[in-house]
C-alpha cells in the first residue's frame, strides 16, 4: 500500500501577532518536500523532494502562493474560528 498526503499547518503565537506557515508533502510517512514560511521557500529531503523544491522555488506564481498563505490562510481562517474555540477554552460541560 502506497500513501501520499499533504498537510498544511499554521501555528499561532499570541493570537496572530506571530503565524507561521508549514506546508508538508508525505509519500509513505516519510516527508520528502516542505514549505516553511520562516524559511520562505521549499526544501527537498529526498533526491525527489530536491527536484521539486528547485522547481516550485523558481516558480514565482507558486513562491507568491506560499508566502501569503500566512495572510490568506492562517490569519483568515483564525479570524473566522478563532472566536469560537478561544470562548470554549474556560467552559466546561455538564
Avoid at 507561521?20 to 508525505?26: A, N, P, S, T, W
Avoid at 533526491?47 to 502562493?65: H, L, Q, T, W, Y
Avoid at 495572510?71 to 455538564?94: F, M
Amino acid at each position: 500500500v502506497l500513501q501520499e498526503m499533504a498537510q498544511f499547518e499554521c501555528y499561532f503565537t499570541n493570537g496572530t501577532e506571530k503565524v507561521r506557515y508549514v506546508d508538508r508533502y508525505i509519500y509513505n510517512r516519510q516527508t520528502y518536500l516542505m514549505f516553511d514560511s520562516d524559511v520562505g521557500h521549499f526544501v527537498g529531503f529526498t533526491p525527489f523532494g530536491e527536484f521539486n523544491a528547485k522547481r516550485f522555488n523558481s516558480d514565482p506564481v507558486m513562491m507568491e502562493n506560499k508566502r501569503t498563505a500566512v495572510d490568506w490562510l492562517c490569519r483568515h481562517n483564525y479570524e473566522v474560528s478563532g472566536p469560537s474555540i478561544t470562548e470554549r477554552r474556560g467552559e466546561r460541560r455538564a
